[in-house]
């Protein structure tokens, strides 16, 4: 995957693609052993953390909202889940809200974080992603002994 190489340039290039696919309806993620998943929220996800990383996170901050209020309701246990996609996207949120001097809505989004409800399937690795998630706001918020 591109936004985890670094390779910013093609990332925005297969997000761009992805984006028109979920445009003309083609929206669901799944192969034969992983039951399908929506991946509207996507773009939004990977550019968040995209912009974030380069320095950008009042951008970051207006993507990974976005990506949020994509986020279907209804639980589902495919590949993108959605608390998979809360423990990707809300540290993002968190943290360039931080970073762009808005403690408060970044401390909402760290209570958000904790408060996800993470279904037994595939809890082990959401778990532990979600607690040093917790770990990288309380940092950046000053929350530590």
Not at 39 to 44: F, G, H, I, V
Not at 115 to 140: Q, T
């Amino acid at each position: 995957m591109y936004s985890r190489l670094k390779r910013y340039g093609k990332l925005f290039d297969c997000l761009d693609k992805l984006d028109a696919r979920i445009q003309a309806g083609d929206a669901s993620h799944s192969d034969f052993f992983i039951f399908a998943s929506d991946a509207t929220p996507l773009p939004d996800i990977l550019r968040a953390e995209a912009q974030l990383e380069l320095g950008n996170p009042a951008k970051a901050l207006e993507l990974a909202k976005s990506g949020i209020a994509k986020i279907p309701d209804k639980n589902s246990i495919g590949a993108f889940s959605p608390p998979i996609l809360k423990i990707e996207i809300l540290p993002v949120a968190a943290l360039s809200a931080i970073l762009s001097g808005r403690r408060e809505e970044g401390q909402g989004y760290l209570n958000q974080l904790v408060d996800l409800d993470i279904p037994y399937i595939g809890s082990g690795v959401a778990r532990n992603l979600r607690e040093v998630n917790v770990a990288k706001i309380n940092m950046a918020l000053g929350n530590y002994p």
